[in-house]
């Protein structure tokens, strides 16, 4: 027996004596329903022609409404139509019955950010809304699908977001890792079909350019501790950075959430704000110095060591997110005044000096040591970045063989 699907109005009123609009499904002589949500006066119903009469105000929105959902019950009976023999109308029921609810790219997108912030992953939600959001801006399709989702609007967007946008590369490749994360979410949920994927190796490829890692020399920390004309906001982001520098380029949200009861026996015990890891470091002498400067601002063992976490609601995650935000980009202004000072040509960061404390340790410490000083989870992103900064042996066979 054949199925049909058609948009009705049925016949059990509400309260308001108001009909529901729905879709109905019959399959051998078998009927269900699934319902739009939207309600009308009968008067208003043009059962020829199976739409909303003109009459009513809203008819034009509803009538697009219906035909919309009429178009995507379709589609989803024929593609379980080209997969299964057999079905009933429950099963279509069934099938059809989530793609009319949450089944287009914004309202999946929309669902992860809303995740990211319930799990409190907010450094991941900054990033992650943005990139939605030129995604969403550049197809102008509330509606889209996933099904419209394909190589050719992939490459037209990149080609957007650099030339239009001007990002980099690097940030082209981030806006698509967002949308393949929520490809596969939307192929784990049935809302498409995985032989539809758009990316791979040969469709749209996820790889990162390599980017140069640029750290300042032995000779440039030197200079910078050395500065003593420097005003107290700009004193205070040094002390910051070097903080940072001293133990291997810790993360500034870490070092600002460091405690006073953080050390003990000569040591720095904290856990990493990133994953939670447990980590203990010896203190080295330059960090002796510098922790004193902070000593009297000290309240009690409980006290951060540096102001800026002191005034934040630990108890609102956001909060804590958005002190460290704006503790960085104040630490980030003034580190361009210091490298100005200091003569300093290179790019002056917090970030910069992770690169700093690779570029120096350079081959000189072991991978394994060093991927426990970074605390990266695999020695294979250790070799990764480290090589960013290792050129002994390039530099020594280039020596060879012009030094004649």
Known sequence: MGSSIKVTLRKKANKQGHFPLAVRITKNRKTTYLYTGHYIDVKYWDEGNREVRKSHPNSKRLNNLLIKKLAEANQTLIDLQTHKSDISSKQIKKEISTPLTKTSFKEIA???????????????????????????????????????????????????LKTTRKVSQRSVINNLIVIRTLYNQAIRLGIVDRKLYPFG??????????????????????????????SEQQSHARNVWLFSFYFAGMRVGDVLMIKWSD??????????????????????????????????DKQSSEDFIFPEMKKANLKIPKDIFNKVKSANRKFNKYLVQIAEKAAINKKLTMHIARHSFGNISGDKIPIQMLQKLYRH????????????????????????????
């Open 201 to 230: 190796a040969d469709k749209i490829r996820i790889k990162f350019p390599e980017t140069e890692k640029i750290g300042l020399t032995k000779e440039e920390i030197l200079t910078i501790e050395a500065l003593s004309d420097l």
């Open 110 to 160: 929309d669902n992860y950010l809303d995740n990211l912030e319930k799990t409190n992953k907010l450094q991941r939600l900054s990033s992650d809304k943005a990139r939605v959001g030129h995604f969403v801006k550049f197809v102008d399709n509330d509606d889209l699908s996933f099904r419209e989702i394909d190589e050719a609007l992939l490459r037209r967007f990149s080609l957007y």
């Open 263 to 296: 050390i003990y026996d000569g040591r720095l015990h904290y856990r990493m704000g990133k994953n939670e890891k447990l980590l203990s470091f010896k203190l080295p002498g330059k960090i002796i110095s510098l922790l004193q400067l902070y000593e009297e």
């Open 377 to 404: 989870s695999t020695v294979t992103t250790t070799i990764l970045y480290q090589a960013n900064f290792m050129h002994k042996e390039t530099d020594d066979a280039l020596e060879k063989v012009i030094n004649f």
